[in-house]
């Protein structure tokens, strides 16, 4: 089943302790991109991949680190987390550059930080 | 910049009515797509459809109809016959040819059917 997969999708942590949010796609897809949804602003990405090795900002980057060393994961990882990192984690793939292609989703993450 | 705006934050309607979701976008580029998704109360965002700048046709799927106007930078879409299951947030995004990368989301509309 194609699929896009997050882990954790629950997770209370606290601040300043590190932690990765992982995501695997299992469609063989070139790119890839996290967002972060909070409540009345929709979903804002945060950082995205073309391909393998190659990431880039989206608009909302500040406090997260991503890399792609493997065409099937994109980790998100939050250095030092703080409050304001409180939101849920949306990781998408798409075959090639998403225009001409669907975007599939991943289930979403609920990050927690206190 | 490219911007999506979807102006009605929440929208009540009593099963069987109809209802248009509006989405008007912002962008200086000739070639983009446009997209609609639906967030359920589960959480999980579902795709409903792809638009290109260059088919301004619209498109009926069941009860789901899209009417996309460049004269009016807009692309709502409209639920015939609302159903309860038709509650959830529904979201309007725009990516642009050139920067096939970014991806940009409108707030959303959060639609609640009644019975």
């Known amino acids: 089943e194609a699929q896009v997969t997050q882990n954790p999708r629950y997770l209370i942590t606290v601040t300043g302790k590190k932690l990765t949010v992982t995501c695997s796609q299992n469609?063989?897809?070139?790119?890839m991109s996290w967002y972060r949804q909070d409540p009345g602003l929709g979903l804002r990405q945060i950082y995205y991949s073309m391909n393998v090795e190659v990431t880039d900002k989206g608009d909302v980057p500040e406090g997260y680190k991503v890399s792609r060393k493997e065409k099937r994961n994109f980790p998100l990882i939050l250095e030092s987390p703080s409050p304001n990192q409180t939101s849920l984690y949306f990781c998408a793939s798409s075959l090639q550059r998403p225009p001409g292609n669907t975007i599939y989703f991943g289930e979403g993450s609920w990050l927690t930080v206190v | 910049a490219q911007k999506v705006t979807q102006a009605q934050t929440e929208i009540s309607v009593v099963e069987k009515e109809d209802v248009t979701l509006d989405c008007v976008y912002e962008t200086r580029d000739t070639t983009y797509y446009l997209f609609w998704y639906k967030q359920p109360p589960s959480g999980e965002l579902v795709f409903l459809i792809r638009?290109?700048?260059?088919?301004?046709q619209n498109e009926i799927s069941g009860r789901y109809s899209w009417n996309f106007q460049k004269s009016t930078s807009s692309f709502n879409f409209t639920i015939t016959a609302s159903q309860v299951v038709d509650s959830a947030v529904y979201f309007c995004a725009l990516i642009l040819n050139t920067n096939a990368g970014k991806s940009t989301f409108g707030d959303g509309t959060t639609l609640t059917v009644k019975p």
């Open positions: 469609m063989n897809h070139e790119y």
């Open positions: 638009r290109n700048s260059f088919d301004e």
